[in-house]
């Protein structure tokens, strides 16, 4: 893997000969504000029967640009006709962008697979084959160890079935890459352990197989994206993935068809560029071969992720400085599970902002930061955009969705925000209009009724953040960092105040995440808002590459400790088998799981909570997890909530929960103390609580323990803790400020992101710090504001305001604005008439809740 990050960190194209493009011409690059152009309803009509290329061109040559699938990747059918068309619209509009939507992750395995070899792709768990197989054609049944992975009736409209690999065993115990046939599942006998299958699929020949000495395992696989479309496989980037008989990995395949596809003479030989619409940092699979699940992981790296950030530095030498390739930015809890190839890619797309589910603002700073982020991180030109849409599900029809119903305030302050970022705009929900006519382009975005692109022009400063105009509430201790702020940092981190500001590193560098507090915010009573602003860096990673960024996340909390936060990445944990000793989770071996779940819903109430089982294969035993805490000199108790499975009242005998108390000094850590136990299987949250004035003002480590009981019966013993935090004792539950966190991404460069929290409700607050590995990481500025994070920024030709917040806000143009007479935006027919009405406004403009606007100068 080491040999792979030189390469990441130069980039050479001197080797190359690219296809002839120039960035420079394009209008969505020039500088012009909104930026905008058609999302993928341009893609369908090439492939209609009756469609003709002048009317397609004249309805999708409105804006700035177009994007859309031109091959059969993901779905069948857009290879015919739309290379053709989308290229006749480049050389008739040479000033627009054309970009390819691609999914990074995987493939139809029915397009183009046949360069790629069996060791190209993820599979998911092995099991061993156990009665012998004649390699006939049609249908087979298949004995098994097991069939708990084999799902039909499966995929996102839950009517797919399982693609598998049927292998010969290697001597070394690994998939034999030249003994393997592919088959579709068609049902599963769980009685039975057998499976009958569709032989000799996706190109393979029915072949025989050895009880004992083969095994099955399904694919990894998303979608289908289409309700006539096949699952798609997941390609295998890990660093140390199978290479076929040339010697290429999965990503020297993909970049070879890339490289064809947009070389001279290729299909896209004139479009501007690419997007990946998802392009992972993780995966859930087996990458070795070995039929065990490693998720990507090789010796504690994720080997997977780094291929990945491999894969995009070997595509951009390929293809060149001059062809955009953006890939999906907000994957995961805030992008956690996105690539990482900022300095490779231009940018990123938010699908949905700040989320696809997030009409709420909830993640505004998330939104924000990823953003910003980018833009001054990416490979230059930055192209980020924000592609506009929210979904939710429709019920009783699973994978469908549909646009929720929201005010236009709600569309008005997404398009604000993508001014606030330097993002380019486009949209999949579309503004109401006539039926019959071309789809319908957002007011904001041309002007309304002037209908002018560009209207805003260049933008003449900085996102002004107005909550700056607000005291700093730590009295400019953090501004810069130094020794007045180091007294109110807590963790087991070393603190040293340099000339830059506050280097904070890890007592431990075999923890998985540095994680520290900034205690006593003083945040006044009359308020419930705060906007933090903080300057980082972060050195990188040991065993990555240098440039990848770090995952962070900042969250507030007032009178308690949520002992959760962070996931997994801030606790320690493991198992126990009978008669032997704690150690590392093992869930292929034994079924032990522990693992950090966003949403878990218990009693038909969702919570956040670490879900579990004990060990349940062969010797049983319990789980754990385990964090340690300083705890506050006042009085505080242990809260928390046990939960289990709705199958679990029927079927389970209870877990045993169980908590311990240990003193940590130093690195000594002392005898454990029992403080808690109770068995349950109710399938309902059973609030809990213990008292910790014992250890008050110590530093302790808390083991939260789930053991499957004195008779080792560990059937449906699927459980949860939730809600774990410390409580001041006797505070009401209204003086609390709830645990709220945003992300930032963290690299070696100073980035100042900004964090605003809503529902402050104590009378100060602490600031806890979760940063992916132990490396230290640079703090060199730190203020905190009680106020909302309103914005607006100021153009050639106008003002863009947006609140964030939950309360109304007024801005005063005299300031931001100085002697500028402006107007409201003219709208046209079927939108926002009321707000948009062309008005001229005075020196103050109030707008409501979770609204943004464009206002035009006379």
């Given at each position: 893997m080491k040999k792979l990050i030189p390469l990441l960190i130069t980039l050479s194209f001197a080797s190359f000969v690219y296809a002839e493009r120039d960035l420079t011409k394009l209008r969505v690059l020039n500088g012009e504000y909104p930026a905008v152009f058609f999302f993928r309803n341009s893609e369908g009509a090439p492939s209609r029967k009756g469609a003709k290329w002048d009317d397609w061109d004249r309805e999708y040559s409105r804006l700035m640009g177009i994007m859309g699938k031109c091959l059969d990747e993901e779905v069948l059918g857009r290879e015919a006709n739309n290379p053709e068309w989308f290229t006749r619209f480049k050389e008739k509009n040479p000033e627009q962008s054309v970009l390819l939507h691609f999914n990074g992750n995987a493939r139809d395995p029915r397009h183009g697979t046949d360069k790629y070899f069996h060791g190209h792709w993820v599979y998911r768990q092995a099991v061993g084959i156990v009665a012998d197989i004649p390699a006939t054609s049609g249908e087979s049944e298949i004995k098994v160890e097991s069939v708990s992975d084999f799902k039909v009736n499966t995929g996102r409209y839950k009517t797919s079935s399982d693609d598998i690999a049927l292998f010969g065993i290697t001597d070394d115990g690994r998939h034999d890459w030249n003994h393997c046939e592919q088959v579709q599942l068609i049902s599963v006998d769980s009685k039975q352990n057998t499976i009958k299958v569709k032989r000799g699929c996706y190109g393979t020949k029915p072949l025989a197989f050895m009880a004992g000495r083969s095994r099955a395992a399904a694919h990894a696989v998303e979608g289908p994206w289409g309700k006539h479309n096949n699952l798609m496989w997941f390609y295998n980037f890990a660093t140390h993935s199978p290479r076929d008989a040339e010697g290429k990995s999965c990503a020297d395949r993909l970049v070879d068809d890339l490289a064809m596809w947009f070389g001279k003479g290729g299909k896209l030989e004139k479009f501007d560029g690419l997007e990946f619409d998802v392009l992972h940092n993780v995966t859930h699979g087996d990458t070795t071969g070995d039929g065990v699940m490693d998720n990507g992981f090789f010796d504690g790296i994720n080997a997977y992720g780094s291929g990945v950030y491999a894969f995009a530095g070997q595509l951009r030498q390929r293809l060149g400085r001059d062809l955009i390739i953006q890939a999906d930015g907000a994957l995961g809890q805030g992008g956690e599970r996105s690539q990482r190839a900022n300095g490779i890619l231009n940018g990123i797309e938010s699908e949905g902002w700040p989320n696809l589910k997030d009409w709420n603002f909830d993640d505004w700073s998330g939104g924000i930061n990823r953003h910003n982020f980018w833009h001054a991180n990416a490979f230059k030109p930055a192209f980020s955009y924000i592609n506009h849409k929210w979904i939710e599900p429709v019920p009783d029809k699973p994978g469908m969705t549909r646009h929720p119903v929201v005010p236009f305030s709600r569309h008005r302050l997404a398009f604000a925000g993508a001014q606030f970022t330097d993002a380019v705009l486009t949209y999949s929900f579309a503004p109401p209009h006539e039926r019959g006519k071309p789809i319908g382009i957002w007011d904001e975005l041309n002007c309304g009724m002037d209908n002018k692109l560009g209207w805003l022009g260049q933008p003449l400063d900085a996102t002004i953040c107005l909550a700056r105009e607000s005291p700093d509430l730590l009295n400019g201790a953090g501004a810069p960092a130094g020794e007045l702020l180091v007294s109110r940092v807590v963790g087991d981190v070393k603190v040293e105040s340099i000339d830059k500001g506050l280097l904070i590193s890890s007592v431990n560098p075999a923890r998985k995440s540095l994680v520290f507090q900034i205690q006593g915010v003083p945040v006044p009573l009359e308020s419930s808002e705060l906007t933090v602003f903080v300057n980082m860096s972060a050195r990188a990673r040991k065993g990555y590459p240098a440039e990848m960024p770090r995952f962070s996340r900042v969250a507030v909390s007032g009178g308690c400790i949520d002992l959760m936060s962070g996931g997994d990445h801030a606790i320690s944990r493991g198992m126990c088998l009978r008669g032997g000793s704690e150690q590392d989770l093992n869930v292929s071996a034994t079924g032990g799981n522990l693992h950090y779940q966003r949403s878990a819903s218990v009693g038909g109430e969702s919570m956040s909570a670490f879900a579990l089982h004990p060990p349940y294969k062969g010797k049983k035993g319990y789980v754990f997890w385990s964090r340690d805490i300083t705890i506050p000199a006042r009085s505080y108790d242990l809260h928390f909530n046990l939960g289990m499975s709705a199958k679990a009242p029927q079927r389970s005998d209870g877990i045993w929960y169980k908590v311990f108390v240990a003193e940590v000094s130093g690195e000594r850590v002392g005898d454990y103390r029992k403080i808690f136990e109770k068995s349950t299987k109710a399938h309902a949250w059973v609030p809990c609580s213990v008292s910790l004035q014992e250890w008050s003002g110590k530093k302790v480590r808390i083991k939260f323990v789930a053991d499957c009981g004195p008779k080792n019966n560990a059937t449906t013993d699927q459980g949860f803790w939730s809600g774990v935090r410390l409580k001041e004792s006797g505070l009401a539950e209204a003086a609390i400020t709830p645990e709220k966190s945003y992300m930032t991404w963290?690299?070696?460069?100073?980035?100042?992101?900004?964090?605003?929290?809503?529902?402050?409700?104590?009378?100060?607050?602490?600031?806890?710090?979760?940063?992916?590995?132990?490396?230290?990481?640079?703090?060199?500025?730190?203020?905190?504001?009680?106020?909302?994070?309103?914005?607006?920024?100021?153009?050639?030709?106008?003002?863009v305001l947006g609140n964030p917040s939950l309360e109304p806000y007024t801005f005063d143009l005299s300031i931001v604005a100085c002697d500028r007479t402006l107007h409201r935006i003219k709208a046209s027919a079927m939108q926002d008439g009321e707000v948009n009405n062309g008005e001229v406004v005075g020196a103050t403009v109030t707008l409501g809740p979770l609204d943004g606007l464009f206002l035009v100068e006379e």
């Open positions: 963290l690299n070696s460069q100073p980035f100042e992101a900004s964090f605003y929290y809503r529902n402050i409700r104590s009378e100060q607050v602490d600031l806890t710090f979760t940063i992916e590995g132990s490396e230290p990481v640079l703090l060199t500025r730190l203020i905190a504001h009680a106020a909302a994070d309103a914005r607006c920024r100021t153009f050639e030709n106008g003002v």
